[in-house]
């Protein structure tokens, strides 16, 4: 079986962490964003990921060839000279799609956080009988999202409204799919959209169901939501897998900590943290709903709270960190410095605080 993941354009909503890596390679919850969707597909037997992306396909390439071999999967990339929108690239990727099988194939969308019921949605597929079938996911606010109409008991999908202004229900489309290969036959190469342009039409054609996801599901494509997501994603980890989350009496709630990162004595650490690999926290530091990049030092009695620390960066003593603060790469917060949602370009020195959320260049 077969996968593409839609990697798309620059993640600038992810500055400034994208400004160091393609937003697939970001870390969440210790590891590349797009490596929790490769691992899902690898556990139910797809055997090539295709990555449609218009922006820095060798660095991709390079970062993943080491998880070719760990994981035992074929990863490629469908690169596009000009934005070709979330169907078109399935057009330009179809050689790579379509195999003498007739298997259908998965598309994703890399921002996309879940449990990944990929295995059920198999079975789901092929239940049904139909040409696609979508995830659909539950929200307590429809009117911001595109809403997918569905008859209840099949999961055929009647119509698709964007953005209702009057309640037409609350389900709307999770980013993942399972296409049957004739989908390909319906999709030109150009511009053009998946969910406006190709899903309405199968729609029609009465041959698209969704099905509901269970489970937690979040775009983590920008700050706000990617803390979010990872306080979903650990929820779910400790329900799960309760043992790869950290235990003892500094820590309060779900807490990753990778085997390699130090922490002092009398610190106090959660709930929803992660802190990555070769991080050092010094002593009595207080950590919660933030996430701690590979490589990163956080000094004596310094505060991080609803915070994004990117990678190889400091925060002084003392210091205090909140409100959506992000810091890029290698960026270093003087002791006694407070930054109340400060947006931190990489490789910067933070002498003065940051009383306000604003973009320090």
């Not at 911001?144 to 569905?150: A, D, I, Q, R, T």
């Not at 130090?262 to 992660?274: F, M, N």
Request: with cysteine.
């Amino acid at each position: 079986m077969k996968a593409l993941i839609l990697v798309g354009g620059f993640g600038t909503r992810l500055r400034p962490l994208t400004l160091s890596v393609p937003k697939p390679l970001v870390d969440f919850a210790n590891k590349p964003m797009i490596l929790h969707q490769i691992e899902a597909l690898k556990a139910i037997g797809v055997s090539e990921v295709v990555l449609a992306i218009n922006y820095q396909p060798e660095i991709m390439l390079n970062f993943l060839k080491d998880f070719e071999t760990k994981l035992g999967i074929k990863i490629t990339c469908s690169q596009e000279t000009e934005p070709l929108g979330t169907a078109g690239p399935l057009a330009l990727a179809r050689d790579k799609l379509i195999d003498e099988s007739g298997e259908p194939f998965f598309v994703l969308n890399s921002d996309v956080i879940s449990e990944y019921p990929l295995k059920e949605m198999i079975e789901f597929h092929k239940s049904h009988g139909g040409e696609a079938s979508i995830m659909v996911t539950k929200v307590d606010e429809p009117s911001k999202y595109g809403v997918v109409v569905m008859e209840e008991s099949t999961g055929q999908v009647e119509r698709f409204v964007e953005k209702p202004k009057l309640f037409v229900g609350n389900k709307i489309n999770a980013g993942i799919y399972l296409l049957n290969p004739s989908v390909l036959d319906r999709i030109e190469l150009r511009p053009t959209s998946i969910e406006k342009e190709v899903f309405p039409k199968i729609a029609a054609a009465k041959k698209l169901y969704g099905m509901v996801l269970p489970g937690f599901w979040m775009d983590i494509g920008q700050p706000r939501d990617y803390i979010s997501g990872l306080r979903l994603y650990l929820d779910s980890l400790r329900k799960k897998f309760s043992s790869k989350l950290a235990s003892g009496p500094h820590i309060v709630g779900n807490v990753l900590v990778d085997e390699s990162a130090k922490i002092g004595d009398g610190c106090l650490i959660g709930p929803d943290v992660a802190i990555g690999p070769g991080c050092v926290v010094e002593s009595g530091v207080r950590l919660s709903r933030c996430t701690v990049m590979r490589g990163v030092r956080i000094k004596k009695h310094a505060c991080i709270s609803s915070s994004i620390i990117g990678w190889h960066s400091t925060v002084g003593q003392w210091a205090r960190v909140e409100n959506m603060t992000i810091l890029g790469e290698d960026v270093h917060v003087c002791d006694e410095i407070y930054s109340n949602g400060g947006v931190v370009l990489p490789h910067k020195e933070i002498k003065s605080n940051i009383l306000k959320p604003e973009i320090v260049m």
